[in-house]
């Protein structure tokens, strides 16, 4: 089965900029999205189709792309963007595939 | 606004079905775009898709449950319903209903209900 791979925990101070990885075989051959995840609550889309914004998601949010490796990358990062976060791609577009999750630390 | 919200029995014993329903409210379940989802969170742990089905009853599932899921949709109540039969202690996690194909226009689940706690317990 496909695997996508994510570090347990990131950190950041805030004001900083703060990179997650999201690791997976030929990955860049897939569309990647990223959720939000606040503590006890559901989680929100931030980033689709790689590098895309829904409405209403701050730009400091930002979604790159290389062969195996997806990043989301946080810029000016925020009290309020501490939360777990995802990835997630499709398998042969039948199976949805999501990430072990980061959890994001602003000290 | 498309709003989705779960329901269903918060315990189950071991070896019986879990059955939950997810009702849409603010728009049709016959939307051409949309597929319906659900995914899952076991305590403290991190997301596992379920399965998708179409408002025609098209689904697939995460093949990893062994055949023990089954959708379906209720267009007359604008629900979709997730089965899961034979369940274990391990089946035991927050129930998410969400779709795609919605606001981003792509596979990305961008509705999500506000999850149900689903126990697994004799």
């Known amino acids: 089965s496909y695997d996508l791979t994510q570090p347990p925990s990131v950190s950041v101070s805030p004001g900083q900029t703060v990179s997650i990885p999201c690791s997976g075989e030929k990955l860049g051959d897939k569309y990647v999205c990223w959720y939000q995840q606040k503590s006890g609550q559901s989680p929100v889309l931030v980033i689709y189709q790689d590098t895309k914004r829904p409405s209403g998601i701050p730009e400091r949010f930002s979604g790159s792309t290389s062969e195996n490796t997806a990043t989301l990358t946080i810029s000016g990062t925020q009290a309020m963007d501490e939360a777990d976060y995802f990835c997630?791609?499709?398998?042969?577009?039948?199976?949805?595939?999501f990430g072990g999750g980061t959890r994001l630390t602003v000290l | 606004q498309l709003q989705l919200q779960e329901s269903g029995p918060g315990l189950v014993k071991p070896s019986e079905t879990l059955s939950l329903t997810c009702s849409v409210s603010?728009?049709?379940?016959?939307?051409?775009?949309?597929?319906w989802g659900w995914i899952r969170q076991s305590p403290g742990k991190g997301l596992q898709w379920i399965g998708n089905?179409?408002?025609?009853?098209?689904?697939y599932y995460n093949p990893s449950l062994k055949g023990r899921v089954t959708m379906s949709v209720d267009k007359g109540k604008n629900q979709f319903m997730l089965k899961l039969n034979s369940v274990t202690a391990t089946d035991t996690a927050v129930y998410f209903c969400?779709?795609?194909?919605?606001?981003?226009?792509?596979?990305?689940?961008?509705?999500w209900g506000q999850g149900t706690i689903v126990s697994v317990s004799s």
């Open positions: 603010g728009g049709s379940i016959t939307i051409s775009t949309y597929y």
């Open positions: 969400a779709s795609y194909g919605g606001p981003s226009n792509s596979e990305a689940f961008d509705i």
């Open positions: 997630q791609a499709w398998d042969r577009n039948t199976e949805a595939i």
């Open positions: 089905i179409y408002y025609s009853g098209y689904s």
